[in-house]
């Protein structure tokens, strides 16, 4: 049985990328999960982008975040619609089925190409959609990313208005960081998007001469208090952004802290 990520109050994940892909990939995902489970999380964020060997990961995984009662999302970095502006049902599937193997009840993707898209195609790829997530039953998470197609105001409010206008509505997980690497103001985004958020992205950002970077919450240069006060307080939130010291489960622990503060504060 898929295990249930329900809002509670001031549930805290962590999306394992979070501790550097180098490492990540070196320890596995299962050997995250267990430090944010011994940390305190809630539950964790896998990404398909760290896994080495997804056959014998997922079940490993699968088997943990069930025997200790952790929320878990599958993150697939693979968009939901091509470039043509089509569908991917082969993505769709394939995220699909690791999502049941992992046990998780919430799927996390982006949009990719669906600007490229006539009303038609719009209608019957919405109908493919609805069909597949209906039957699969899982919860279907669209993340602002950074791209101009997938990761902009306009962008995702064309594709949520096309959506809720064929009887699909779709709760979006809302990244704080990357509305900065788009030139989005994030505090308007999460006015616009607010009632439609059901997970978020809680990181910081830093502005250097050439890029954004993510930073924790307390280094941000963004107002993320007041982002954060903007969206919904009864849905989970993750940690995303670098858990870097000498002791990781100390440093991991007090992000935590941070994050569920913030949300206990914004409850009060």
């Keep these: 049985m898929a295990s249930s990520l329900q ?7 962590i999306s394992l990328t979070s501790f550097g892909n180098a490492e990540v990939r070196r320890h596995g995902q299962l050997w995250f999960a267990q430090l944010s489970q011994a940390a305190g999380a809630n539950g964790v964020e896998v990404r398909e982008e760290l896994l080495i060997d997804p056959a014998q990961e997922l079940p490993a995984l699968a088997a943990y975040v069930r025997e200790q009662q952790l929320h878990v999302v599958y993150s697939c970095p693979q968009p939901l619609f ?3 502006g089509n569908l991917d049902t082969a993505v769709l599937q394939h995220a699909i089925a690791a999502s049941h193997t992992l046990g998780a009840s919430w799927l996390k993707m982006s949009i990719g190409g669906f600007a490229a ?8 790829g919405f109908a493919q959609l609805q069909q597949a997530i209906a039957s699969a039953q899982l919860t279907l998470l669209i993340e602002n990313d950074q791209t101009v197609a997938a ?27 990357n509305w900065h690497y788009m030139g989005e103001c994030a505090l308007q985004a999460a006015q616009i998007f607010g009632h439609r958020v059901g997970y978020v992205h809680s990181k910081g950002v830093q502005r250097l001469p ?5 930073v924790p919450l ?7 208090r007041a982002i954060l006060r903007a969206l919904p307080s009864d849905v989970p939130r993750a940690i995303e952004y670098p858990l870097i010291g000498d002791d ?14 913030a949300t206990a504060l914004q409850n009060n």
Excluded: C, I, Y
């Excluded at 962008?155 to 704080?176: K, N, S, V, W």
């Excluded at 990781?248 to 503060?261: D, G, Q």
């Design 151 to 177: 990761g902009t105001v306009q962008a995702l409010q064309r594709f949520f208005d096309a959506a809720d206008a064929a009887g699909l509505a779709l709760p979006m997980t809302f990244d704080m960081g």
């Design 218 to 224: 307390a280094e941000s240069a963004a107002a993320w």
């Design 7 to 13: 809002p509670t109050g001031a549930s805290a994940l």
């Design 248 to 261: 990781l489960l100390a440093v991991t622990r007090h992000e935590l802290a941070v994050l569920r503060n």
């Design 117 to 124: 898209q006539s009303v038609a195609h719009s209608a019957q």
């Design 82 to 84: 091509a470039m043509d």
């Design 210 to 214: 050439a890029k954004w970077v993510a």
